[in-house]
């Protein structure tokens, strides 16, 4: 299985990660970390979540942070991308999804507040905004697999 349904499995999920095959055809697996308001967006951007699929070779996976990272979370957050890189045996791409996770957005000035996951993590893509439109999250994914929208 996917490396995210191992992390969403067990007593201490709580529903704060979701997993979606972005196309429906296996080529890319998004897993939305959501920890804020921005998680709104990635709904209204992902279509249906789908059911576990096994990890094809060809098959990219992406981690989106989506929302506002703390200090006390961010182990957690450069956890869960580790853990997708070492279960399907490469670099996830990783996506900082709106101010708040690219920045610590409003709440920068905050002692608890970790001022952008680029601070723990190698970032991909940034989609800016409070709150990002849904569209450019779908356009990020499609420039970074080279997929044209149909």
């Given at each position: 299985?996917?490396?995210?349904?191992?992390l969403?499995?067990?007593?201490?999920?709580?529903?704060?990660?979701?997993?979606v095959?972005w196309?429906?055809?296996?080529?890319?697996?998004?897993l939305?970390?959501?920890?804020?308001?921005?998680?709104l967006?990635?709904d209204?951007?992902?279509?249906?979540?789908?059911?576990?699929?096994?990890?094809?070779?060809?098959?990219?996976?992406?981690?989106v942070?989506?929302?506002?990272?703390?200090?006390?979370?961010?182990?957690?957050?450069?956890?869960?991308?580790?853990g997708?890189?070492?279960?399907?045996?490469?670099?996830?791409?990783?996506?900082?999804?709106?101010?708040?996770?690219s920045?610590?957005?409003?709440?920068?000035d905050?002692?608890?507040?970790?001022?952008?996951?680029d601070q723990?993590?190698?970032?991909?893509?940034y989609?800016?905004?409070?709150?990002?439109?849904?569209?450019?999250?779908?356009?990020?994914?499609?420039?970074?697999?080279?997929?044209?929208p149909?």
């Open positions: 299985m996917l490396c995210a349904w191992l969403l499995d067990g007593p201490h999920y709580r529903g704060s990660m979701r997993w095959d196309y429906g055809d296996g080529s890319l697996f998004v939305d970390v959501a920890l804020a308001c921005c998680a967006e990635f209204a951007a992902s279509p249906t979540p789908t059911a576990p699929a096994d990890l094809d070779d060809q098959a990219q996976v992406a981690v942070v989506s929302g506002t990272v703390t200090d006390r979370l961010a182990p957690a957050v450069a956890a869960i991308v580790d997708c890189q070492q279960l399907s045996g490469r670099r996830p791409i990783v996506i900082s999804f709106g101010a708040c996770a920045s610590g957005g409003p709440y920068w905050s002692y608890a507040v970790t001022k952008g996951i723990l993590l190698a970032v991909d893509a989609v800016p905004g409070c709150p990002p439109p849904p569209e450019a999250l779908s356009a990020v994914l499609d420039q970074i697999t080279g997929r044209v149909s």
